[in-house]
């Protein structure tokens, strides 16, 4: 750039000589050149980024995913318990908004509790859940994702060395709300795997009925759960 404002400098004081003009000539052009192949290159990674694809799947087309896996649930609030291991399995429907947003929503059948620590004490509680997520795929087959999980409570028991013990039948509310968060990878012949996080939004027990009989009542479900699936494409 330096050169050719010197040269410009010379074209004001009419001292030009035939390489002079020519030198200004060839910078000029690759002056312009270059202007015009960065605003080429510009325009391509544009195309590019609006037409690569990132999901699996066509935008408007709806797939079904049976999905099995296992979950290791918690209380959040306490230091006393650790993960309870369990079964989580169902489906999921997912419909494809564009190359990389999709919606999911799925009804699972999902095992949860907690295990009192250097004890045989579990408490096993089972949820009827249904998570939504919007999902956002960063990488073709890999996709973020984060939503809501309402859940239902279907039963709940305390075991004591394997033996049910006795607790009351309203002890756990019957309703329950948790937030979803995490990723999931689809290969191209349709296997997916997915690891997600929910944290619980509703407290476990219903403390209006039973707070002042010794339970720790400030608890919340947090469960890690991972799954095997399969896409189906419905349309």
């Given amino acids: 750039m330096d050169k050719y404002l010197h040269f410009l400098k010379k074209i004001n004081n009419f001292a030009l000589s035939k390489q002079t003009i020519l030198e200004i000539l060839l910078i000029e052009y690759s002056f312009l050149n270059f202007t015009k192949m960065k605003k080429f290159i510009l325009l391509v990674a544009v195309m590019m980024a609006s037409t690569c694809v990132f999901a699996q799947h066509e935008p408007g087309s709806l797939t079904i995913q049976p999905r099995i896996g296992f979950s290791a649930a918690d209380f959040n609030n306490t230091s006393d318990t650790e993960a309870h291991v369990g079964l989580v399995v169902g489906?999921?429907?997912?419909?494809?908004?564009?190359?990389?947003?999709?919606?999911?929503?799925?009804?699972?059948?999902?095992?949860?509790?907690?295990?009192?620590?250097?004890?045989?004490?579990?408490?096993?509680?089972?949820?009827?859940?249904?998570?939504?997520?919007?999902?956002?795929?960063?990488?073709?087959?890999?996709?973020?994702?984060?939503?809501?999980?309402?859940?239902?409570?279907?039963?709940?028991k305390l075991e004591n060395d394997g033996k049910e013990v006795d607790i009351p039948d309203d002890l756990v509310k019957s309703f329950d709300v948790a937030i979803p968060v995490g990723l999931s990878y689809e290969f191209p012949f349709g296997l997916v795997l997915d690891a997600r996080y929910t944290f619980g939004l509703t407290k476990i027990f219903d403390e209006k009925k039973y707070k002042n009989d010794g339970f720790d009542l400030d608890s919340k479900n947090l469960t890690f759960q991972f799954t095997l699936g399969y896409k189906f494409t419905l349309f």
């Fill in 91 to 156: 489906p999921e429907f997912e419909y494809t908004l564009s190359n990389r947003f999709s919606i999911a929503a799925g009804l699972n059948y999902s095992q949860q509790g907690s295990e009192l620590k250097n004890t045989d004490i579990v408490f096993k509680n089972d949820y009827l859940t249904i998570p939504i997520t919007a999902n956002f795929y960063v990488l073709k087959g890999l996709a973020l994702k984060a939503g809501i999980q309402p859940g239902m409570n279907l039963n709940y």
